[in-house]
């Protein structure tokens, strides 16, 4: 019994008339006679019932028909996870993360991600940006989340979105009642910074506010997780620089737009050399859903 013959046989089955499963399979009658003869004969038992008026199965027909409805049902899933396979529409996704860039949204597109992708399991790790640029670099990451823009001969970097950052200080800081804050009013007040090594742009974006009248920061502490920044902010240890979309998770604090400091961008990062499908659908989903 091959594989031939019960699909000639499934067709004759539904359509219980030869011309017409002749016709379905685009082949002539004698063919189809011929490869249902050789199935019976295989199986040593007749399939049909030849009728004036057509055909019927027989009770051994009824049976070889459930269970071939079942062997192309795994036959049509093998295929589509084969496929699934060559389009790289399974495997593994490892991903990279800068801490703190509007979590929901990327929770969100992850999950329109795999939609497209099911069989893709997606990994996730979060570092500063210069760790995730070396990560990329040494493929143990096949795309990162990071701060930009990255100049690199082995890198590709792809604009998602801009990032506003603002200051965050306690609730009640005298600098909380304003809507807005200028670089005059951070004068003399201790920040709690990244550190260099880990976001060399943000730092440096930052310093350069900071340092407002040739008067150097006073900087109490540099941390690399925005979500230790803020919590000591809540204990009254100083001010720190937080991305504008985390305030949500953070009502305990405030989060103040500075009137000098411009949106830092943010894009996604992956290998020049490396591209497939699943890369480009998973760049294309962060693009749509973070603008």
């Not at 396979?85 to 593994?92: F, L, T, V």
């Not at 900071?210 to 979500?227: A, F, Q, Y």
Request: glycine residues 4%; charged residues 25%.
């Amino acid at each position: 019994m091959e594989l031939k013959h019960l699909r000639y046989f499934k067709v004759l089955a539904e359509e219980l008339n030869f011309r017409k499963a002749a016709a379905r399979l685009n082949i002539s009658q004698p063919p189809l006679s011929q490869q249902i003869k050789e199935l019976e004969e295989s199986l040593g038992i007749p399939l049909f019932h030849r009728l004036k008026q057509g055909n019927e199965l027989t009770d051994a027909g009824k049976l070889l028909y459930q269970y071939t409805l079942e062997i192309f049902e795994k036959v049509e899933e093998a295929e589509e996870r084969i496929r699934a396979i060559r389009e790289k529409k399974a495997g593994k996704l490892a991903m990279g993360l800068v801490p703190g860039i509007r979590p929901l949204r990327i929770a969100q597109t992850i999950q329109q991600f795999q939609q497209v992708y099911p069989e893709m399991q997606v990994t996730f790790t979060e570092h500063c940006t210069s760790t995730l640029i070396q990560q990329v670099k040494e493929n143990q990451l096949d795309l990162a989340l990071v701060f930009g823009p990255v100049q690199d001969d082995a890198l590709e970097w792809t604009a998602i979105t801009e990032e506003e950052y603002h200051v965050v200080l306690p609730a009640d800081h005298a600098l909380a009642k304003r809507k807005t804050l200028s670089r005059e009013d951070l004068q003399d007040q201790p920040f709690i910074l990244y550190k260099r090594q880990d976001q060399p742009w943000l730092h440096d974006a930052v310093m350069q506010q900071l340092k407002w009248n040739d008067r150097e920061p006073v900087i109490v502490s540099e941390l690399s997780s925005p979500r230790t920044r803020v919590l000591l902010v809540h204990q009254g240890l100083g001010l720190t620089f937080a991305p504008a979309s985390l305030q949500e998770e953070y009502p305990h604090v405030s989060f103040r737009p500075l009137d000098s400091l411009k949106p830092v961008s943010v894009g996604m990062l992956r290998k020049r050399n490396k591209s497939n499908k699943a890369l480009k659908t998973m760049i294309e989903a962060f693009q749509k859903s973070m603008q």
